[in-house]
């Protein structure tokens, strides 16, 4: 049965896994941040459910990922910077190099910093939302393990790559488009198959080229090669899949050419003798200061007029409401608040997993 835990509680507890596994408190806490704000934004499948199998996992049993993050500033030119993470955190990479890309933003009017070597970062919404607490345009993207298919392949190329734009508003939510160039990303699949739910038809295609729908067997076919995800627009170009298939090469371009790093196959997490290897993602982010276009308040009310009007058009017969971009994750929020983040059967077994393992003195409602 499902459970709610309160996010204190559960901030704490994976701030507390974070350290039994060897991640520096700071780092543990930042690493805790950016998963507990996916589940307050009622993003599921980034939350507490990714915690066992995309970071302790990597790093206790296949050791593919560092506990501890060497931030390396490779290059470093007046508004741009390179960074090498060497295999560490990937929160903890981003969020610094996001920082890095907003103070250079504040003296500049843009910054841009490019990581490569570094792990999952987790939602990429997280750190376009950094800029915009400053008044700034935040963007950010990041190349993952291969999963899309170009228009007309069946091979599994290109990873899921969000691409986020962070735009401030004069509402209670900034915008915030974050999502993977995917119709469906991995970690939706993931959330499926805890649930045990099939996956909509039209959205993974096999090497036939028809639809595969079992969750479990797409987690492992995307592994084997033998499956690949549709770009946002599906598979076919008359529903506009070339669209998607451009946005997530864009993100691929971005993340990789300018670090010089892995892309595409070489992002598979094996190395050529088939064992776990380190993912060696790229990310980029961006920082635009607004107050170098015009006054930050003009600009939040101008999006904000822009968003109301979109909410406000003539809605489709027997639809409620029409949304705008991040406006969900804040009413999950509100909704969230005190209740907690969901815990299902299959995330309560890994809590006590990694409990367990780690020895640490929590006992659950759950139990
Ligand atoms: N780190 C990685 O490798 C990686 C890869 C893929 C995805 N992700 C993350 O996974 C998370 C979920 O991605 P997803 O592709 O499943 O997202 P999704 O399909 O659930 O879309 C979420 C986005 O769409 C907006 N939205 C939802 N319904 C809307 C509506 N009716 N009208 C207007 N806007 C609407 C939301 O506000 C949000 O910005 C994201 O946080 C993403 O960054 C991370």
């Known amino acids: ?215 479990k067997q797409i987690l492992a076919e995307l592994v084997s090669g033998n499956a690949a995800l549709a770009p946002i627009g599906g598979i076919a170009e008359e529903t506009g899949g070339h669209k998607g298939y451009g946005f997530a090469t864009v993100t691929e371009i971005l993340s990789a050419s300018l670090q010089q790093g892995a892309f595409l196959k070489q992002l598979i997490g094996f190395d050529e003798a088939g064992n776990r290897a380190p993912y060696k993602l790229g990310h980029f982010f961006m920082a635009i200061d607004i107050a170098a276009f015009c006054d930050p308040a003009d600009f939040r009310k101008t999006t904000g007029d822009i968003l109301r009007a979109l909410r406000a058009s003539e809605k489709a017969p027997g639809a409620e409401r029409i949304y705008t971009c991040g406006e969900k994750e804040y009413l999950a929020g509100i909704e969230r608040k005190d209740t907690g983040v969901p815990v299902n059967e299959a995330l309560q077994k890994d809590m006590v997993a990694m409990r367990d393992e780690l020895g640490l003195d929590y006992r659950f409602v759950f139990e």
């Open 1 to 215: 049965m499902t459970t709610h835990i309160p996010f204190d509680f559960m901030e704490q507890f994976m701030i507390d896994v974070f350290k039994g596994i060897g991640v520096p408190e700071d780092d543990a806490k930042t690493c805790a941040d950016v998963l507990v704000t996916s589940d307050k934004r009622g993003i599921d499948s980034h939350g507490i459910g990714r915690l066992k199998p995309i970071y302790y996992d990597r790093i206790v049993h296949q050791k593919i990922q560092r506990p501890t993050t060497e931030f390396e500033i490779v290059r470093d030119h007046l508004a741009t910077a390179v960074v090498d993470g060497h295999h560490g955190m990937g929160m903890v990479v981003a969020k610094r190099c996001m920082q890095m890309a907003i103070d250079k933003a504040k003296k500049y009017g843009m910054g841009m910093v490019v990581a490569r070597n570094s792990t999952h970062y987790g939602i990429a919404g997280y750190y376009p939302l950094m800029a915009c607490q400053q008044d700034m345009i935040g963007l950010s993207g990041t190349n993952a393990r291969p999963s899309i298919a170009p228009t007309f392949g069946v091979e599994n190329m290109l990873g899921t790559n969000p691409l986020c734009f962070g735009l401030p508003s004069d509402e209670p939510y900034d915008f915030v488009n974050d999502y993977a160039t995917s119709v469906i990303q991995r970690g939706k699949i993931e959330q499926y198959a805890r649930e045990g739910k099939d996956c909509p038809e039209g959205v993974v295609i096999g090497r036939d080229g028809k639809s595969l729908t079992d969750s």
